[in-house]
């Protein structure tokens, strides 16, 4: 049954492969956006309306109330709002006034406007909260939960752009870096296409409604050796690998965070810092808290794109992933 649904994030690597989806299961979207968008501001109207099409853009500020209200929901009745909104840094301030702040703005907005579900992209790093951004998501994960709302949360694993930023280097004949063994965690990703459709499906369907929802892409969870291993297989080369301790980035984050109790620039790079370390160290798997450890067979997989597939078309020049895309808080 075709909803009226109001997408917040819609620019962002996940939010174009949901609209995509959305569109084509015959739902009536309409994406709230920036007049400028995209990484680094890259993406005008022009631009934006090529990559999303067959939906309805709105300019506006999602941060701020007002602005949300009369420039997105414009007075009008809306079935379900779909986030894909995430601070583009994942530095403090701004993932607390995005992915906390805004929410709770635009919850307030939607439960006036007649919305009835909420599908929500969050992270499954969320499940063991050691960083600001994750906790300012689980503040809003559970302001949503107590909202009374129809909700789906879904707490993907690892993207595949997270996971390609050694091709160009490993292509120009450098080693795979890795940290210690690089078998200290692992991850089942998931395509930008596999997730968008998963985030489209809940809408409506009452089996992901009500439920927070770890989700990985098919296959076996794999770790960062063996992403390297089939990297240099892709490349018809023998695989080199070059080990940095994690010591090292507990070192760095030492002294950023030393020098950023004077310097705020210095902070906000020791977050980043930390972040990197969480990714280094914490697989992207469901945590069996009782047994204190990871467990592959609890993280549900969906879809039919592989990371594999994904290098294949990297290494063909049929796909790209710039370090921008990545993010600033990406490490390789
Ligand atoms: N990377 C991973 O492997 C991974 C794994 C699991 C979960 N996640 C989670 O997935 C989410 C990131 O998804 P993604 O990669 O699709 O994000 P993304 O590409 O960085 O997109 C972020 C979206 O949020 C919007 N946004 C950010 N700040 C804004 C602001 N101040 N005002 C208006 N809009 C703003 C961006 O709009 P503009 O285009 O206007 O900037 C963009 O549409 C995060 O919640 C992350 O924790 C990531």
């Given amino acids: 049954m075709s909803r009226r649904i109001l997408v917040l994030g819609a620019t962002g690597t996940i939010g174009q492969a949901t609209v995509r989806a959305l569109v084509a299961h015959g739902h009536e979207v309409v994406c709230v956006v920036r007049p400028r968008a995209g990484v680094r501001a890259a993406l005008g109207p022009q631009q934006m309306a090529r990559?999303?099409?067959?939906?309805?853009?709105?300019?506006?500020?999602?941060?701020?109330?007002?602005?949300?209200?009369?420039?997105?929901?414009?007075?009008?009745r809306f079935d379900v709002l779909l986030s894909c909104l995430a601070s583009r840094t994942g530095a403090p301030q701004d993932a607390w006034a995005i992915d906390h702040q805004a929410h709770v703005q635009a919850l307030d907005v939607a439960q006036r406007h007649g919305v009835t579900q909420m599908v929500l992209l969050s992270a499954i790093c969320v499940q063991k909260p050691l960083l600001a951004f994750q906790q300012a998501k689980?503040?809003?994960?559970?302001?949503?939960?107590?909202?009374?709302?129809?909700?789906?949360?879904?707490?993907?694993?690892?993207?595949?752009?997270?996971?390609?930023g050694q091709v160009e280097r490993v292509r120009q004949g450098k080693p795979f870096l890795l940290f210690g063994d690089g078998c200290l965690t692992a991850c089942k990703p998931i395509s930008d296409d596999d997730l968008g459709d998963y985030l489209a499906r809940c809408v409506g369907d009452p089996t992901r409604q009500r439920r927070v929802l770890p989700i990985g892409g098919p296959g076996p969870a794999i770790t960062p050796r063996e992403q390297g291993e089939k990297l240099f297989a892709l490349l018809g080369r023998p695989p080199r690998f070059k080990q940095v301790p994690v010591g090292l980035m507990d070192a760095i984050i030492g002294v950023l965070g030393a020098g950023g109790r004077l310097v705020p620039a210095l902070a906000a790079k020791a977050e980043l810092a930390r972040i990197g370390r969480y990714y280094a160290t914490e697989s992207m798997l469901v945590w069996d808290a009782a047994a204190g450890r990871y467990d592959e067979q609890a993280t549900p997989s969906w879809g039919r794109q592989t990371l594999w597939d994904h290098y294949a078309a990297l290494v063909r020049g049929d796909a790209t992933t710039s370090d921008a895309e990545r993010g600033d808080h990406a490490v390789f």
Avoid: C, H, M, W
């Fill in 51 to 76: 990559l999303l099409p067959g939906a309805q853009l709105r300019f506006g500020d999602v941060t701020d109330a007002v602005s949300l209200e009369r420039d997105g929901f414009a007075g009008e």
């Fill in 138 to 164: 689980l503040a809003f994960e559970k302001a949503l939960i107590d909202s009374g709302l129809n909700y789906s949360i879904v707490r993907p694993t690892a993207f595949f752009k997270s996971l390609s």
